[in-house]
Structures are given as C-alpha cells and as structure tokens.
C-alpha cells in the first residue's frame, strides 16, 4: 500500500472511530484520532507493519499486537475490521453495546485479533513483555539450525498513562535487563493525558529514561507514515538486545480542531462534531464509510498476509517432520494438554514427612515441571523462600532464553503481569510465587488473569499469621479470602503435602482460568489415616471428608490448610460422632453438585464450627447460623509463628471450646 493509500484509510479509520462513538455517545476517541496513522503503518504496510493473517488470528509466528491503552479501543475494532477480521461494520456500529464483539475496553476472547484485555493502564506494556518472554523461550525451544519457526515482534501500543503506571516501570526494567529485543514499544506522546495536558503530572525525559533501561529509543512525527514506518523497519531488523521504544509524537484527537490537541480530545466529546470532521477528513456524508479503495487496499494486503502465512506452514511442516517430538511438543502445548495422569506422576510423600507445605511444593513442581515441559516458573526475588526453583531447568535471560525459571526481582505487579502475558499467549504454562502477604501487590493482574480465563498458577507462600517473628506486616489475614472474592479464581489451600501435590495437579488442569496455591511457612502434619488418593483427589472436589464419623454424626468441623491440625485434635477428642471436613478450595467446592456438597456438608448437621487463620466472614455460608467460626479478623502480631496462633485462637481447644458451645 503506498503512502496515499495509507493516508487515505487513516481518515476513514478516524471517520469509523468517530461514528461508532458518536452512535453511542461514550468512548474515547483521543487516541484513534491521533495515532490513526501508527495504524495504517501497522495493518496496512506489508513489508514493515505487522505480520499477521486475519484468516489465522492465532498464526504461531504473527506478530502479537497489544493495544495497552485500552481506552482507545475503538482503534483496534476499526484496523481489525479494515485488516478483514471477523469484525463487520455491523460489529463497529455496535460498538459498546450489550453482547457486541466490540466492548468498552478490548477482552481477550471476545473478538478475533484482540490479544490482551486491556484498560487498567499499564497492564498492556507488562503483557507485551510477557508476550516477547514467551516469543524467546519458544524461539529458544524450537528453532532449529535448520528451520526458524519462531521469529515474530511483539508490538504494543501505549499512552502517557500505561507508562506512568508503576507496572510498566517494573516490566520495562525487566523486559531491558531481560534483552527482550523482540519487543516494540510505539509510545503515543501526545502530551495529553484525562484530565489534563501531560505537564501536569509528568516532567521525564522519555528517550533517556528507556536508553537508561537498556532500551533504544527513537523520536518521530507520529503522524508521518513514513517516518513510522521506517522506525518500524529498524526496531525490526535491530537484534542488538535492546527492546525499542518508538517515541511518536502525535496530537490527540487530530482531526476534529475543536477538540484536538487538548485534554478534550481525550474522550467522546469530540464526537459532537461528527459532521464537520468528517468533511474535514475528506471523507463523504454518511456514517460508517469505507471507500472501496480502501477496501481494495486491504484485500491485496490481506493477501500478502496469507502468503506470508503460507510461506511459513511449508517451513513449519518441514520442521515438523524433520522434529516429529519437538512437534508433538509444540502441538500439545498449543493444545494446552495436560497428561491425564498427573496427579499420580507426582510421587507420593513418605509417611513421615515433616514439613511445610511450601517444602512440599518446592518437590511437587518438580515432577510437576518433568512431566509438564511447558511450565516454566519465577519468584519475586523469594526463590529461597517460596521453594518454586525448577531444579533442572536453568535461569530464563538473554544468556539462555530457553531457561524455565525467571528471575523477576521484587517486581510483584509485573510478574503477575507478564505471567498474564505469557498465558495469553498461550504456549506455557505460567506460574509464579511471593509471599502470600505480597499479593496485593499483583492483585490487578491476578483479576485480570481472572476475568480473561488465563490459566496461571500463583504461588503464595507464608500463608498465614504462622509466619510468625517478622509481624503482622508479613502476615496475611485478609489475604485468602480477599482473593477468594475474585470471581474465577481458585484460592486452593493445601492441609498436609499430599493436598499440596493435588493442588498443582488440579490448577495445572484447570486450563481457563488462574488458581493461587496458598502455601505454609510452618511444618504442617500428614494425615495418613486417609488415602493419598483422597487427599489429592479431594483437592479437585474443593472440599471433602478427611476423617468420617464412627458413629452417628453430630459435629462437623471444617479447616483449610494448616488449621486442619487443630480439627483433628479436636475430633480426637470430642469422640466418634465429629466429622472433620478439609476445604482446602472453596470455590471448587462450590462448583460440585448438590448431591457431592450434601453428602460432605449434610443439611441435617447443624452444629458446625469452621477454623481458618485469617478473616471469618467467607466461611458462615458453610456453617450457618447455628455453628461458630473461629477467625482472625485483627491484624498479627510480632512473635513466634506457634505463639501467634495460640494467642489469636488458632488451637485445638479453641475449637473444642466451640463446639461445647453450641447447642
Ligand atoms: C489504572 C487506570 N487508572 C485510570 C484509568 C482511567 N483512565 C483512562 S484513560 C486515562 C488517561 C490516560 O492518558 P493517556 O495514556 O495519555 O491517554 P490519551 O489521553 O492520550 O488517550 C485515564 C486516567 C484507567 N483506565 N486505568
């Protein structure tokens, strides 16, 4: 496509934005105003846009486009309509309206070309890196001598605001460090942000901060077709191990002058003057307008993506039979399969295992990780401590991009960030681990992780006030339950090692959406009386009988993790009608038919008490009104980890003192 041509579909991409927002009077038309051309560059331009074929939106080796502005979304939907996507006008005209391909903010899942939900700023920037980190490990992986099969950019798009959000700091640190250079950055410098011109809130000097990340960065016209595109050209052919960041400088809104330039431009009140913009853009009366031209345009360049997608399955089929394992590899990942047997290629614990379920986990992952190639794991500087190091499968970085454990520094929001990018990529299986304590810090990506279905496994280790002498700003007591309110997560919380090796199993299984293993600090006991097999078997239900009733059944007792302990002491004592139930994972519980749930929980055993360390509230809806829980609702206290919890009430007595109270 020449450069008139390109010109000419950034007007009409302009016109599209400008009449799907005007249809439902919200949107943000700011940016695909102002970076339309850095649009027809990147879709229209078929030797150094992106490589990409609408008829094969998840080609392995395309080039991965996140929009990380999210707000701008009305800019994607119109380039993936233009590109031939399988988004009609009739999708644009929908644009934020109930059971559209074309929401508010872009969803992964949702329309075809979309490769990241994004909105929460910033959180686009960290998927892209996780994105090129998964382009590298793949590389690394399956490249042969003979046959490149990986070899695509990852190109994100993103504003002043996703880089003064903190987590694009963290992973733009990571992805320099890293020497991530499949990795392209267009920052859209418009000197705007949403309430304000970017003076307001922002003073850096852009091309030296990433130069002093280890990033090249370059300054151009970011409406001058030609300067982005030869930008593109170089960030591509440069493999000097430097991620680029192309600075565009552009002016928001362009294209409506009332609004243009200004803090107004950022949003939908330019679409109150649809009707003159478009005749400024040159564009014909009528909404929704695609010149055939345009059209044409993008049939050829269609074309070019096809063959180019072509080209690359003869190469790829080549390599597959040349490498029928690597292949098979590669197809199963892609597939996201897990053997079927994993719960039993975990080997079992000696009976006289004594440890935590943190020490458990760290020999867990290991045959989680021999069985499983495309896992790879990271810690937030916390290796030590949080036991998740695969042993034999060397360091992630530039040194060795086919390393399985990542190193990301105490960089928690990122790390949760480029896991996601990793999993919406979807050739690995992510994980990754801190302190229990510290999820705050990664809650924005483990919500996102959970509302686009990402199957990434957390790894949340000192779980509780047991953490004991480093106090109550490293104990976690609202932690578990705050993330067991996110919907689609799994909050799984192992009692003993066996439950632990079922924890992975189960999350590792669970392929559309994240799971958070919450793992001790303290030794915890193994509970031989009940089989391996029910114990790691009982994780997948969320909730089961570890110890039956002898006798008619009175009591029910209910515990997640460590505080199993204290229902077993206390059904030693309280005699042969107390059943004790472990619920190391409500939300799997909950899933479980009314019949399973009856017969663990049955509706005629009213007297019930529940004991977890940490808040209370969640687990009322398990005992009822008639029984007790015994909770943390206060933070911790400084002190040995055995004294903190006798001191809150965290003991068998406690529980026995309960239950004698009950009617
Ligand atoms: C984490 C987060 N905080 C706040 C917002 C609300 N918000 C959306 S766009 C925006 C301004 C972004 O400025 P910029 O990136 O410069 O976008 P532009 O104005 O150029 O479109 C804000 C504050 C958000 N989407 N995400």
């Not at 005699?575 to 009314?594: A, K, T």
Request: net charge negative; aromatic share 8%.
């Amino acid at each position: 496509m020449n450069l008139d041509a390109l010109a000419i579909s950034a007007n009409e991409a302009r016109g599209l934005a400008i009449d799907a927002v005007h249809a439902c009077s919200s949107g943000h038309l700011g940016l695909p105003l102002g970076c339309a051309e850095i649009g027809a560059t990147l879709f229209g331009d078929q030797t150094h846009g992106l490589r990409y074929n609408p008829e094969a939106p998840k080609w392995l080796n395309r080039d991965r486009f996140i929009l990380s502005a999210g707000h701008g979304s009305m800019f994607l939907y119109s380039w993936l309509h233009l590109s031939g996507y399988e988004v009609s006008l009739q999708d644009l005209k929908n644009f934020r309206q109930l059971h559209s391909i074309t929401p508010g903010h872009p969803e992964f899942n949702e329309t075809p070309g979309v490769e990241a939900t994004t909105g929460p700023l910033g959180q686009g920037v960290a998927n892209a890196v996780g994105y090129a980190l998964s382009g590298k490990h793949a590389a690394a992986k399956f490249n042969t001598a003979e046959h490149t099969i990986f070899d695509h950019h990852v190109i994100a798009l993103a504003g002043d605001g996703c880089l003064q959000e903190g987590v694009s700091k963290e992973a733009i640190a990571f992805a320099g460090h890293n020497q991530l250079d499949n990795l392209i950055l267009i920052y859209d410098s418009n000197d705007v942000t949403l309430d304000a011109m970017a003076d307001v809130t922002q003073g850096e000097d852009a091309e030296q901060y990433f130069a002093s990340q280890g990033w090249d960065a370059v300054t151009i016209d970011g409406h001058d077709l030609g300067a982005i595109s030869a930008a593109l050209a170089t960030a591509k052919a440069c493999d000097n191990g430097k991620p680029k960041v192309i600075i565009a400088k552009t002016e928001i809104g362009r294209g409506i002058p009332e609004v243009a330039g200004t803090a107004k431009g950022h949003g939908e009140s330019g679409a109150n003057f649809a009707e003159s913009a478009r005749r400024g853009l040159g564009l014909p009366d009528g909404s929704f307008y695609v010149s055939e031209q345009t059209k044409a345009c993008f049939a050829e360049r269609k074309d070019s993506g096809v063959a180019g997608f072509e080209a690359w399955t003869s190469i790829y089929e080549a390599w597959s039979a040349a490498n029928p394992e690597l292949a098979a590899e590669l197809s199963a990942d892609v597939a996201k399969v897990v053997p079927s047997d994993l719960i039993d290629l975990i080997p079992e614990f000696s009976s006289d295992y004594s440890n935590a379920t943190r020490a458990a986990g760290g020999d867990v992952i290991q045959a989680v990780a021999a069985a499983m190639p495309s896992l790879i794991t990271g810690s937030a500087d916390l290796y030590g401590s949080t036991k998740n190091y695969i042993k034999d499968g060397d360091d992630f970085g530039a040194e060795n991009f086919a390393g399985r454990n990542i190193w990301y520094g105490i960089r928690e929001h990122a790390m949760g960030a480029i896991s996601n990018g990793v999993a919406y990529d979807g050739l690995f299986r992510a994980s990754c681990a801190t302190f229990a304590v510290f999820a705050d810090y990664l809650r924005p990506s483990i919500r996102l992780a959970a509302l686009a279905k990402l199957p990434v496994t957390y790894i949340l280790t000192h779980d509780s006030v047991g953490v004991g002498e480093d106090g109550p700003t490293h104990q976690p007591v609202e932690t578990v339950s705050g993330l067991r309110v996110i919907p689609g997560l799994d909050v799984i919380r192992p009692a003993d090692p066996e439950e632990t090796a079922g924890a992975w199993a189960a999350s590792m299984h669970r392929t559309d959406g994240p799971s958070a293993l919450f793992l001790t600090r303290q030794t915890v006991p193994t509970y031989n009386e009940t089989s391996v097999r029910t114990r790691r078997e009982g994780v997948f239900y969320g909730g089961y009988i570890l110890r039956k009733e002898t006798g008619p059944l009175e009591t029910i007792l209910i515990a997640s993790g460590s505080e199993v302990e204290h229902c077993m002491k206390a059904a030693d004592q309280l005699g042969g009608g107390v059943r004790v139930v472990s619920m190391p994972c409500m939300e799997r519980f909950d899933r479980q038919s009314d019949d399973y749930r009856e017969r663990v929980l049955p509706a005629s055993c009213a007297r019930r008490v529940a004991i977890e360390a940490g808040v209370s509230g969640l687990w009322w809806k398990y005992v009822g009104s008639g029984g007790e829980v015994l909770g943390i609702d206060r933070f911790g206290i400084s002190a040995p980890g055995d004294i903190v919890m006798e001191q809150l009430g965290m003991a068998a007595e406690c529980v026995i003192e309960a239950v004698n109270e009950l009617s």
